[in-house]
T-cell receptor, first 111, second 116 residues
Framework: GQQLNQSPQSMFIQEGEDVSMNCTSS?????WLWYKQDPGEGPVLLIA?????ELTSNGRLTAQFGITRKDSFLNISASIPSDVGIYFC???????????FGTGTRLTIIP | DAGVTQSPTHLIKTRGQQVTLRCSPK?????VSWYQQALGQGPQFIFQ???????QRGNFPDRFSGHQFPNYSSELNVNALWLGDSALYLC???????????????FGNGTRLTVT
């Protein structure tokens, strides 16, 4: 099945650093979502974006809905140990129940 | 406020067998979606149930079937298991079938199925 392209695939950073990741699609979506998944758990919703160009924050997390509707970006400022995990983007169309997920970005914090 | 609960948490089956996975949606939610997550990949949509009917289906064979009960809980059945069916099966719930805008999907912690 289709998966969105996320980059980078993995990141190794030090605590306190800022993080940027993105997600691209060959098709347009009307909703973009960002989820975080910890080992042994299901994805947890971080941010939902509903309008092209929209910039939304949730604490240290900021996400943007690309103006072309084919991409989205997630930034994490001043990373902390609990930010470790896998981040997934997901796109959804109006009237379409399913979410199409990205390939994931694995974030690791180096001591 | 109970979130999405899935059972069992782990399951080992033999190729050719059948399996049933169960899901109870988050309190107040009436729609259940199922996703398959292979190791190292993002979840893939299997199907969605609303008002006890399958509303939409992803690119999965007929060996994958489901059911929704009047209390909104759901089952995922997989017949004639293949080795390639080994994955984490995630259940997600929402209020109403179109999720996101009014009610983003909430996921359970999944059932890890291993087919040997």
């Amino acid at each position: 099945g289709q998966q969105l392209n996320q980059s980078p695939q993995s990141m190794f950073i030090q605590e306190g650093e800022d993080v940027s990741m993105n997600c691209t699609s060959s098709s347009i979506f009307n909703t973009w979502l960002w989820y975080k998944q910890d080992p042994g758990e299901g994805p947890v919703l971080l941010i939902a974006l509903y309008k092209a160009g929209e910039l939304t924050s949730n604490g240290r997390l900021t996400a943007q809905f690309g103006i072309t509707r084919k991409d989205s970006f997630l930034n994490i400022s001043a990373s902390i140990p609990s930010d470790v995990g896998i981040y997934f983007c997901a796109g959804q169309d109006f009237g379409n129940e399913k979410l199409t997920f990205g390939t994931g970005t694995r974030l690791t914090i180096i001591p | 406020d109970a979130g999405v609960t899935q059972s069992p948490t782990h399951l080992i089956k033999t190729r050719g067998q059948q399996v049933t996975l169960r899901c109870s949606p988050k309190s107040g939610h009436d729609t259940v979606s199922w996703y398959q997550q292979a190791l190292g990949q993002g979840p893939q949509f299997i199907f969605q149930y609303y008002e006890e009917e399958e509303r939409q289906r992803g690119n999965f064979p007929d060996r994958f079937s489901g059911h929704q009960f009047p209390n909104y809980s759901s089952e995922l059945n997989v017949n004639a298991l293949w080795l390639g069916d080994s994955a984490l099966y995630l259940c997600a719930s929402s209020l109403g079938p179109f999720g996101s805008y009014n009610s983003p999907l909430h996921f359970g912690n999944g059932t890890r199925l291993t087919v040997t």
